[in-house]
């Protein structure tokens, strides 16, 4: 069975980094798949942040892509968010989940199949 | 303002058959397969529908999706209590190289 489980701190303050991992255990990924991160800010809807292929290539929302980094570190079999300059906007659930799926001739057949529990990262001085 | 439109709310009785609309553009929904995503309060989103209309393994047959154009809709026949829970749609933006999410709509089972 797939797990992710994210992991960071749960207090930011404004204008400093915000770094979460997300470990993943129950498939190697180093197999393949993409990998994403999505948030919520509290009682509002979902945002995609940003997704890694196994090749390292990365793919932003182009409304964070100039503060969002995200890495993967297979030797550890989990990736990375970090989120620069913070402010209290950023304050949300952030989830990691697997991207399953493929993209042809009709287009993205992309899914978000397995997420982490989520974790509260709070943007406060 | 979300990309994609959906009705914050949407009730339904027990036994019921409810439907919730998820209207897009052609650089999304018009191009691209739609997602489904189930979430209960304080809980992880949790995929119940991808390629527009396929279930997960575990997702009971009483969900069902459509796509026409550059809308889609989720439809729950036979409405049960424990369907009471927050549905998002998504899909790939070409214009924003993006994916984009519905706002949500929040079913209340009356």
């Known amino acids: 069975q797939v797990q992710l489980q994210e992991s960071g701190p749960g207090l930011v303050k404004p204008s400093e980094t915000l770094s979460l991992t997300c470990a993943v255990s129950?498939?190697?990924?180093?197999?393949?798949?993409?990998w994403s991160w999505i948030r919520q800010p509290p009682g509002k809807g979902l945002e995609w942040i940003g997704s890694i292929y196994l090749s390292g290539s990365t793919y932003y929302n182009p409304s964070l892509k100039s503060r969002v980094i995200i890495s993967v570190d297979t030797s550890r079999n989990q990736f990375s968010l970090k989120v620069s300059s913070v402010t209290a906007a950023d304050t949300a659930v952030y989830y990691c989940?697997?991207?399953?799926?493929?993209?042809?001739?009709?287009?993205?057949?992309?899914?978000?199949?397995?997420w982490g529990q989520g974790t509260l990262v709070t943007v406060t001085s | 303002q979300s990309v994609l439109t959906q009705p914050p709310s949407a009730s339904g009785t027990p036994g019921q058959r409810v439907t919730i609309s998820c209207s897009g553009s052609s650089s999304n929904i018009g191009s691209h397969t739609l997602t489904w995503y189930q979430q209960f309060p304080g809980t992880a989103p949790k995929l119940l529908m991808y390629?527009?209309?396929q279930r997960p393994s575990g997702v009971p047959d009483r969900f069902s999706g459509s796509k026409s154009g550059t809308s889609a809709s989720l439809a729950i026949s036979g409405l049960q209590s424990e369907d009471e829970a927050d549905y998002y749609c998504?899909?790939?933006?070409?214009?924003?190289?993006?994916?984009?999410f519905g706002g949500g709509t929040k079913l209340t089972v009356l």
């Open positions: 989940a697997r991207q399953n799926g493929y993209y042809d001739h009709t287009g993205s057949h992309y899914y978000l199949d397995y």
């Open positions: 998504a899909a790939w933006d070409d214009s924003l190289s993006n994916w984009v």
């Open positions: 390629d527009n209309n």
């Open positions: 129950g498939y190697s990924i180093n197999s393949g798949y993409r």
